[in-house]
């Protein structure tokens, strides 16, 4: 038999338990199980991007359980035991993500951070642009050529 605990949190994360019933004492010690990493998805992108942990033991609800890229704090969109969804925060740079459920660290996931995409047009490439649309628009207008 495998003894479960409800909740998160488990402080510190071993305790000494003791069972009293008609048959005895029994004393053993409980232990929250670590969280545990199975894949990211997807495994690269920029500061923003939803990105879908799966693994085991993470625990419900979230609670003071946090998620981190190379230690950079997350927001969590959701949570459940088995998947949990973070955006990729601002500042983060690549390394592993790291789940944390009551003080017991994951194994690292290792996570590329892309650059923002930042750069506009030039000047150049949008006259191009609105070139085509009017030529495409004059001769493709009822009258065009007459």
Do not use: C, H, R
């Not at 990105?51 to 230690?71: L, R």
């Not at 994951?106 to 047009?121: A, E, M, R």
């Amino acid at each position: 038999m495998t003894p479960t605990l409800a909740g998160d949190t488990f402080t510190p994360t071993s305790q000494m338990v003791t069972v009293t019933n008609a048959n005895g004492t029994a004393n053993f010690t409980a232990s929250l199980a670590a969280p545990s990493i199975t894949s990211l998805s997807p495994a690269s992108g920029a500061a923003g991007t939803p990105v879908t942990i799966a693994g085991t033991n993470f625990g419900t609800p979230q609670g003071s359980s946090t998620v981190s890229f190379n230690g950079t704090a997350a927001a969590v969109t959701s949570w459940t035991a088995s998947s949990i969804v973070a955006l990729v925060p601002v500042g983060a740079t690549s390394g592993y993500v790291v789940v944390t459920v009551g003080g017991v660290a994951s194994n690292g996931s290792n996570f590329t951070v892309l650059p923002l995409q930042t750069s506009l047009p030039t000047n150049a490439q949008v006259l191009a642009a609105i070139e085509k649309v009017n030529y495409y628009w004059i001769t493709n207008q009822p009258n065009a050529g007459k």
